[in-house]
């Protein structure tokens, strides 16, 4: 069974920084491409940034420069590094796996699994 299980979601300030992660168990990691997508109140779900199983990544242009998603396979995790937080970043944050990276890789119907989601809040 595939299993996501994000954490590492909080409050902070705006200019501040949370790194997320993602264990993911169940199937063979090395193969899979990983993501994150994020959903705001009232909005839909966003393709902020994803990683292919080749270490190939891919940023939403409202965070490129800021974040930075990376793979660990030796512990099965997937991370994102946010920095200079914005408010407008907040939202609830999903991390996403698939055997072929879609593409595109911000559409969100594309991507297989989906794990809960970590709240993210982003204080001005």
């Known amino acids: 069974e595939v299993q996501l299980q994000a954490s590492g979601g909080g409050l902070v300030q705006a200019g501040g920084s949370l790194r997320l992660s993602c264990a993911a168990s169940?199937?063979?990691?090395?193969?899979?491409?990983f993501g994150w997508f994020r959903q705001s109140p009232g909005k839909g779900r966003w393709g902020v940034s994803t990683?292919?199983?080749?270490?190939?990544?891919w940023y939403d242009v409202s965070v490129k420069g800021r974040f930075a998603i990376s793979r660990d396979s030796a512990q099965n995790l997937v991370y994102l590094q946010m920095n200079n937080l914005h408010p407008e970043d907040t939202a609830v944050y999903y991390c996403?796996?698939?055997?072929?990276?879609?593409?595109?890789?911000?559409?969100?119907?594309?991507?297989?699994?989906w794990g809960r989601g970590t709240l993210v809040t982003v204080s001005s």
């Open positions: 990683i292919s199983s080749d270490g190939d990544t």
């Open positions: 169940g199937f063979n990691f090395d193969d899979y491409a």
């Open positions: 996403v796996a698939d055997p072929n990276l879609p593409k595109p890789p911000g559409w969100s119907k594309a991507w297989a699994y």
